[in-house]
């Protein structure tokens, strides 16, 4: 069983940027690809990026690629997500995801999630 748990979401505007931080419970996180993904009201959760377990391969969805960065510091148990040049399109909840071993793609390949952090952007 693993616990995730996010973190540095809020309210930011046009152009600035935020570092979600996502804290993980266990002694096998090194285990564990993990992956963000962010959710709209009345759409699918969508992935935004993902990262292996030694943190040496990394994976984003090409519309958000250059802006965002996954990675992760498998001493602190915690996988980060730094959003620069953000747009009011990226106002989502913004999930923490897990799976162990294996690659994520899509929600359906999730073993655990995060609780959710909002994060707005105004124009």
């Known amino acids: 069983q693993v616990q995730l748990v996010e973190s540095g979401g809020g309210l930011v505007q046009a152009g600035g940027s935020l570092r979600l931080s996502c804290a993980a419970s266990?002694?096998?996180?090194?285990?564990?690809?993990m992956a963000w993904f962010r959710q709209t009201p009345g759409k699918e959760r969508e992935f935004v990026a993902t990262?292996?377990?030694?943190?040496?391969?990394?994976s984003y969805t090409d519309s958000l690629k250059g802006r965002f960065t996954i990675s992760r510091d498998n001493a602190k148990n915690t996988v980060y997500l730094q959003m620069n040049s953000l747009k009011p399109e990226d106002t989502a909840v913004y999930y923490c995801?897990?799976?162990?071993?294996?690659?994520?793609?899509?929600?359906?390949?999730?073993?655990?999630w995060g609780q959710g952090t909002q994060v707005t952007v105004s124009s």
């Open positions: 995801a897990a799976r162990y071993y294996y690659r994520i793609s899509n929600s359906a390949d999730v073993d655990y």
């Open positions: 990262v292996s377990g030694s943190g040496g391969s990394t």
């Open positions: 266990g002694r096998t996180f090194r285990s564990y690809v």
